[in-house]
Each structure stands twice: as structure tokens, then as C-alpha cells.
């Protein structure tokens, strides 16, 4: 008995379906949370060029990191600094050689207020601001690079008593936009648009002033077999991802 | 071992815990008694209010409370006006917080135990020219204390728990707002997974006898029952 018409093309359209699939694949990625915005863009993009997708999701590096050592399904990870990276690298848990900086974080001294924080920063002697946010220094490295700014403008002891800290940036930034803290710490690419801080005030913060934060991007093991995954890692390194990166305010690794 | 870092932590909670319990028994009790005893159509709505926090993520409960005790917000601007500056950051906020997020664990096992005494005692108690505060305390109390006792105990010991919502409006601060599920938290981020087996272990310890207590001792129905 013959195969009908319609049998036929059913089962060519499903074979062609999953051949579609196994060649637009999609990645799971963790991102490092002041790199949100631009990593939503770069996305698309990543989609556009390739046909992948990159399903993301934001948070702390460190959370990530023991997460991953815990079984967590990502296949690609972008921290925030390149800690993260190398321990997972000592646990053997990535693909050798694939970590390398993607960009270089920025800091700044932002308050809501406009007109408040002046282009030097001198607000942080002079202010009689009550609340200082910052990422927690012990877990974000853009919370550790506030503290190395303040200990070499010598203010340190005197500022530490106003210190309130956010778990991650993203929950500095919260405490921040509600006006709880008048003044604060954050990632330069969460107050950014177009190249300038969109609202509030802010002083972006010489790179002299503390360690570069290298924020570094490393295949793991999970996606080694998976098309989408090295696909990204490239991606990251292309003009149009390089263009977003910079859009943010982030320095471009040399 | 526990470093002294921790051990402030610990004590801060139970601060913490104390003085909630303590403002949630004192306004949960009238709320519980009205509750139990009116007909009115706000009961429902005020049920459904005192029971958002066990339904809500504590983030989200966190985040407006941020917004609303904030220098923008309603409740800041009314403390600021009252000179007292704003809530975020602070002990008082936290303990504010608190009481929020832990008051369905107290106003639901006393709405239970006040609407199981009924109408009758009262009844009884008026016709002996008992006036409406003297029947309170000397019939409806002593009918109602093992609710009270669930009351305190499951107030005081989710209040131990909590974590979203102190992360949310604390600030981690030490000695302030530092509570002991926030210095777990950022002990397991900082990969210190000793200190946080130390002090995680500290609080299962607590949880595990404070139900036993609960169940073996006081011979509570479970949560559950109580909740319905």
C-alpha cells in the first residue's frame, strides 16, 4: 500500500524540523549581573548572526560559581571578575583554554540626585550624605574595587560606619533608585545610555584609583558539545559585540 | 567555629525576633479577636491582607517596602516628618519588617483558638456581670493559651528564618541588620562553607526543637491544620 501524500509530507516536515533544531541550537548562560544590559543586546545579535539562541540568566558571579560546582546546567559562564572563572578551571569543570576577558569593568560614585556628586568625587569628603551603598566587598568585585577606591583617597575609616551593601550590584543599584542611600557604588553600564549617565549624577571613577576588573568569560564542560556554546564565545569577540560592550561604558580588553 | 562575627549575628537575630514577637502578639491579638468575632464585610479582605506574606515572595514584599519606607515613599516621608529619618538600614526598619512578614503566623493560630471558644463563655461571663475587658482576661486568655503559645513560639521562630526581606531592607549592616540567614547566605557566596555548616547547623538546631516543642510537648495540630 502506498505511503499517502500527506503521510509523506508530514514526515519530511518533522524530519526537516528536528534537522532545523540540531543545527539552531540554543545555550544557557550565566551572567555576572552588571553585565544585564549590554548581554540582552549582544543576544539578539548572537541570534540574528547565527540562528542561536542564548537563553540568559543574571545574577552574582559567586552564586554562579557554586552553582555550576553543584551540578548547574550552564554552559557558559560571564563573571564578573576572573576569580570565578579560574576555580571552576581548577575544579576541571570548563573547556581548556576557552576563559579570556570580554571587557573591562568601569566604577562610578552615582547618587539619584542630579547635581549632587560633583566630577571628581570630592562629594565623598565633603558630603553629608547618611548612607554609603555598595556591593557587598567580600563577594563583588565592583564592591572590592569601591573599597580600594576609598582606602587610597584616605576615607576608608571614616566612611566605612555609612556602608550599606547590596548582595550583588543589582541590588546596590535598588537601594540607590529608591533614594534609601543618597550616594553609592555601582557598575557604570547600569546608568548608562548612549554613551552618557542617563539620569542622576555621577563621577566615573579613574582606573588608576583600583585593580582592573577583568571581567572573564569561560566555556564549561556542559557546553563543549553543543554548537550554540563555542558560537557565543566567538561571538563575544566580534565588532558588533565589541560595539555593545563599549556602548556600556566598559573598556575594551586589550 | 563560630567567629564573634557570627555570634553578634546570632544575637541580633534573636533581638530581632523578641521585639517582633512581642509587637506582633500586641497587635495581632485585637486583630485575631476581631476577626473571630465579626461579621462584617471587610473580614475577608482584612483575612486575605494579614495573609499576603505567605503567599508573596519575600523579595517582592522586600523591594516595596524599600520603595515605600524610602525618602520618596509614603511611610518615609511621614517618619521624616516626625524627625525620625527614614526605616531602610536601620534596627527599627527591620524589626518592622518583620512583624509584617511573621504576622499571619500569629494572628492565625489566635483567630483559630478565639473562634473555637465560641460564643457561649462570653455569654455566660456577661450574665454574671463580668464587663466586656474582665471576660477577656479571665475566660478568653485562659481558653486561648495554647493558641497564644503557637502564636509566640511560630511568630518568633519565622522571624528567626526570615531572609528575603531583611536582605532587601538591612543593608547588611553589622550589629544593625546583619541577621544570622543573611551572614549564612554571604559565608555559602564567599565559598566559607565551614563557618556556614557552623551556623546553618546552629539553626536547624533551633527550628528542630522549637517544633518538637511545638508537636511533642504543647501537642499542636501541625502548621497546617492551624492555617485553614
Excluded at chain 1, 116 to 123: A, R
Excluded at chain 2, 150 to 159: K, S
Aim: proline residues 6%; charged residues 15%; contains cysteine.
Amino acid at each position: 500500500m502506498p505511503v499517502p501524500n500527506f503521510t509523506r509530507i508530514f514526515i519530511t516536515a518533522t524530519l526537516l524540523q528536528f534537522g532545523h533544531e540540531s543545527w539552531a541550537a540554543s545555550v544557557l548562560v550565566a551572567v555576572a549581573a552588571n553585565f544585564s544590559k549590554p548581554m540582552t543586546e549582544i543576544a539578539a545579535e548572537f541570534e540574528k548572526a547565527t540562528g542561536h539562541s542564548a537563553k540568559l540568566s543574571f545574577g552574582s558571579s559567586g552564586k554562579f560559581v557554586s552553582q555550576i560546582e553543584n551540578g548547574g546546567p550552564f554552559e557558559v559562564l560571564l563573571s564578573a571578575d576572573e576569580k570565578g572563572p579560574q576555580k571552576l578551571e581548577k575544579s576541571g569543570l570548563t573547556v581548556q583554554d576557552s576563559r579570556f576577558v570580554y571587557a573591562l569593568g568601569k566604577l562610578v560614585l552615582w547618587s539619584a540626585k542630579p547635581g549632587y556628586v560633583d566630577d571628581q568625587g570630592k562629594i565623598l569628603a565633603s558630603g553629608d550624605f547618611k548612607h554609603l551603598a555598595l556591593a557587598d566587598p567580600k563577594l563583588a568585585p565592583y564592591g572590592a574595587a569601591a573599597v580600594e577606591v576609598l582606602k587610597k583617597n584616605g576615607l576608608f575609616e571614616k566612611l566605612q560606619p555609612l556602608f550599606v551593601q547590596g548582595e550583588n550590584i543589582a541590588q546596590t543599584l535598588q537601594f540607590l533608585i529608591t533614594a534609601n542611600a543618597e550616594l553609592g557604588f555601582i557598575a557604570l553600564s547600569q546608568v548608562i545610555e548612549n554613551g552618557k549617565i542617563a539620569s542622576g549624577s555621577g563621577w566615573i571613577i579613574p582606573g588608576d584609583d583600583y585593580t582592573p576588573i577583568k571581567q572573564s568569560a569561560v566555556l564549561l564542560k556542559r557546553g563543549a558539545e553543543n554548537p550554540a556554546a563555542p558560537a557565543l564565545m566567538t561571538f563575544l569577540k566580534s565588532a558588533p559585540a565589541l560595539a555593545i560592550i563599549e556602548k556600556y561604558g566598559y573598556d575594551l580588553p586589550k | 567555629m563560630l567567629t564573634s562575627a557570627d555570634l553578634d549575628t546570632l544575637l541580633l537575630t534573636f533581638k530581632v525576633a523578641s521585639i517582633a514577637t512581642a509587637l506582633m502578639l500586641l497587635l495581632g491579638t485585637p486583630l485575631a479577636w476581631w476577626l473571630a468575632r465579626t461579621h462584617s464585610a471587610w473580614k475577608g479582605i482584612i483575612n486575605a491582607v494579614v495573609a499576603m506574606p505567605l503567599v508573596l515572595p519575600p523579595t517582592v514584599l522586600g523591594f516595596y517596602l524599600l520603595v515605600l519606607m524610602g525618602p520618596a515613599g509614603p511611610v518615609g516621608q511621614f517618619t521624616n516628618w516626625l524627625g525620625l529619618g527614614t526605616l531602610p538600614f536601620t534596627f527599627p526598619g527591620v524589626v518592622i519588617a518583620s512583624v509584617l512578614y511573621s504576622m499571619p503566623f500569629v494572628v492565625q493560630p489566635l483567630q483559630a483558638a478565639f473562634t473555637t471558644i465560641g460564643e457561649q463563655p462570653l455569654e455566660a461571663a456577661a450574665t454574671l456581670r463580668a464587663s466586656p475587658l474582665d471576660t477577656f482576661f479571665s475566660v478568653v486568655l485562659p481558653l486561648a493559651k495554647p493558641g497564644f503559645l503557637t502564636a509566640t513560639i511560630l511568630g518568633f521562630a519565622h522571624t528567626v528564618g526570615e531572609f528575603g526581606v531583611v536582605l532587601m531592607v538591612g543593608g547588611n549592616i553589622p550589629d544593625k541588620t546583619r541577621v544570622v540567614s543573611v551572614q549564612i547566605y554571604n559565608h555559602v557566596e564567599a565559598m566559607e562553607y565551614g563557618q556556614a555548616h557552623w551556623l546553618a547547623g546552629c539553626l536547624l538546631a533551633f527550628s528542630f526543637t522549637v517544633l518538637l516543642v511545638l508537636y511533642t510537648v504543647l501537642k499542636t495540630q501541625p502548621v497546617t491544620h492551624q492555617l485553614k
